[in-house]
T-cell receptor
Framework: DVKVTQSSRYLVKRTGEKVFLECVQD?????MFWYRQDPGLGLRLIYF???????EKGDIPEGYSVSREKKERFSLILESASTNQTSMYLC????????????????FGPGTRLTVL | AQSVTQLGSHVSVSEGALVLLRCNYS??????LFWYVQYPNQGLQLLLK??????LVKGINGFEAEFKKSETSFHLTKPSAHMSDAAEYFC?????????????FGTGTRLTIIP
């Protein structure tokens, strides 16, 4: 079974802190994604990566950055956390980059619920 | 750009009744369509997906969905609801984009099962 793990289920931080959310997948997947989930808004893509050291902006990248130094690990960074970044953060991975043409299944981690005070 | 609209943020059905969750899409090219389910305190998992083969797609746990191009719809159905179906359901769309594909999710429908 594909397993996507996220470093914390719950996290509480203060405004202005630098926050790291870690995601690890164990199935040698090429693609990795970070979403935030908010009630009434569904899932919105923050960043994604289709290869090590590669990253692409999603729909809402402002206030976030990412790092992918190893294939299995994709980190989301909040440089200076703000209260409007309080949300559920979901990481996902999918098997292939080029050639899948959008048909890949994405596999999700359990999520990190971040509260910024 | 592609998008999906899920009609009804909350749906309640009685145990044993038909489940119908609605999804309409917008896309300038033939889309790929997905339904994901999120059980309480868990991440999302794939229920089923349409990738331009058969228009009626069967998924896990007795769910199925039919792609109707003329109606731009991909509604999710299950003949008989079970208590374990209580969850949030997300419709999503992607289109081919030379390896740069991404999923666009709807806003979700929370399904409640009435005993």
């Amino acid at each position: 079974d594909v397993k996507v793990t996220q470093s914390s289920r719950y996290l509480v931080k203060r405004t202005g802190e630098k926050v790291f959310l870690e995601c690890v997948q164990d199935m040698d997947h090429e693609n990795m994604f970070w979403y935030r989930q908010d009630p009434g808004l569904g899932l919105r893509l923050i960043y994604f990566s289709y290869d090590v050291k590669m990253k692409e902006k999603g729909d809402i990248p402002e206030g976030y950055s990412v790092s992918r130094e190893k294939k299995e690990r994709f980190s989301l960074i909040l440089e200076s956390a703000s209260t409007n970044q309080t949300s559920m953060y979901l990481c996902a991975s999918s098997p292939s980059a080029l050639g899948s043409l959008g048909t890949d299944t994405q596999y999700f981690g359990p999520g990190t619920r971040l509260t910024v005070l | 750009a592609q998008s999906v609209t899920q009609l009804g943020s909350h749906v309640s059905v009685s145990e044993g009744a038909l489940v119908l969750l609605r999804c309409n899409y917008s896309s300038s090219v033939p889309p790929y369509l997905f339904w994901y389910v999120q059980y309480p305190n868990q991440g999302l998992q794939l229920l089923l997906k349409y990738t331009s083969a058969a228009t009626l797609v069967k998924g896990i746990n007795g769910f199925e969905a039919e792609f109707k191009k003329s109606e731009t719809s991909f509604h999710l159905t299950k003949p008989s609801a079970h208590m374990s179906d209580a969850a949030e359901y997300f419709c999503a769309v992607s289109v081919p984009n030379f390896g740069n594909e991404k999923l666009t999710f709807g806003t979700g429908t929370r399904l409640t099962i009435i005993p």
